[in-house]
């Protein structure tokens, strides 16, 4: 399996709060990814990043900001959390051939 | 960008060879196929992708219409494992971040 890990595993926050979920990867994959998945949606990418410093919006970026500052970890900020971010969040990775993405476990957040 | 359309969700029995169709009608040239499948509570996991001849894998087949617009993921013994949600993804190699996932066919295995 692929070594890719996601903290926190389930957060519940109130409206308003600023959130921050976190990816880390042992394998130094240049390619990194924040979906959410919501039910009817299948998954959904937020924003990813090609390498460190660079990255750059997805499908459903609004109220979604990200940062890379090492090849290892990609966060994920929420800088204000509303209910309709209440969502199960992936991170993946893809390496230089981008064949196959693989994913972490995902982040359950309950925004109240 | 082109679209997949997949069954909402199939049945099949344990040990027999399951079907999972696919529709592309839209491909172009430069999509590969690729399919992945989500086991309850888990992030999505590859299973096999391919451009436009038939593939084969330890997990499964893919068998690719010579037209391109559609394909078949083929399971050759269902277990009660292959329960999941598979999705059929084109994916655009001048474009490789993007990923457009669909809401998948929900397979059951029944034993």
Not at chain 1, 69 to 86: G, R, V
Request: proline share 4%; glycine share 8%; aromatic share 10%.
């Amino acid at each position: 399996d692929a070594g890719i890990t996601q903290s926190p595993r389930h957060k519940v926050t109130e409206t308003g709060t600023p959130v921050t979920l976190r990816c880390h990867q042992t394998e130094n994959h240049r390619y990194m990814y924040w979906y959410r998945q919501d039910p009817g949606h299948g998954l959904r990418l937020i924003h990813y990043s090609y390498g460190v410093k660079d990255t750059d919006k997805g499908e459903v970026s609004d109220g979604y900001s990200v940062s890379r500052s090492k090849t290892e970890d990609f966060l994920l900020t929420l800088e204000s959390a509303t209910s309709s971010q209440t969502s199960v969040y992936f991170c993946a990775i893809s390496g230089q051939g981008q064949e196959t993405q693989y994913f972490g476990p995902g982040t359950r957040l309950l925004v109240l | 960008d082109a679209k997949t359309t997949q069954p909402n969700s199939m049945e099949s029995n344990e040990e027999e060879p399951v079907h999972l169709p696919c529709n592309h009608s839209t491909i172009s040239g430069t999509d590969y196929i690729h399919w992945y499948r989500q086991l309850p509570s888990q992030g999505p996991e590859y299973v096999i992708h391919g451009l436009t001849s038939n593939v084969n894998n330890r997990m499964a087949s893919l068998a690719i219409a010579e037209d391109r617009k559609s394909s078949t993921l083929i399971l050759h013994r269902a277990t009660l494992r292959d329960a999941a949600v598979y999705y059929c993804i084109l994916r655009d190699v001048s474009r490789t971040y993007k990923y457009i996932f669909g809401t998948g066919t929900r397979l059951k295995v029944l034993a």
